[in-house]
């Protein structure tokens, strides 16, 4: 019986990203349709098998659709056919399945989005300074408002009694 990885989500006007939490993941197979059906398969270093799949909000351009492995997460990265944010990340009005969640590390609000490099720029989220994949540091954009900075030293501040 096939499982289901955790799957974390954000996205851009232009693109939705998608990290799946599998670590060591091997026989990785990701396959992105125009119409906005989005598949995943791989096996766990252990040999179970994942998989699922997702019917997107809106359609999507199979040939922008890139795919990192990492060490401990598959991140891929899915071009929108037309630039726009969507009402969600399926397109089903139904609740979600458990796996799927949203990525706050990757998260960027619709009036907060900043000019971002290009596609092919997206190939440096994918990696550190060493060529090495890495994993939640690697997404994280520059999206927040300083507004959001400014708050979250707030907190940090007075969790530390400053």
């Known amino acids: 019986m096939s499982r289901h990885p955790e799957v974390l989500w954000a996205q851009r006007s232009d693109k939705v990203y998608l990290t799946i939490a599998l670590p060591d993941a091997k026989d990785v197979s990701v396959k992105c349709e125009q119409r906005g059906f989005f598949s995943f398969s791989a ?55 458990p796996y799927l969640k949203v990525d706050w590390n990757k998260w960027c609000d619709e009036d907060e989005e900043s000019a971002e490099v290009g596609l092919d720029g997206d190939a440096a989220l994918y990696e550190d300074g060493d060529g090495e994949s890495s994993d939640d540091e690697g997404m994280l954009l520059h999206c927040r408002s300083s507004r959001s900075r400014e708050g979250e030293r707030q907190v940090t501040n007075k969790a530390r009694g400053k």
């Open 43 to 97: 096996t766990s270093a252990q040999g179970e098998s994942f998989d699922f799949s997702l019917e997107l909000f809106g359609s999507i351009l199979p040939e922008g659709c890139r795919t990192k492995t990492g060490l401990r997460n598959i991140i891929s990265l899915i071009q929108k056919e037309e630039k726009g944010w969507w009402k969600r990340l399926l397109k089903s009005e139904e609740k979600p399945a």
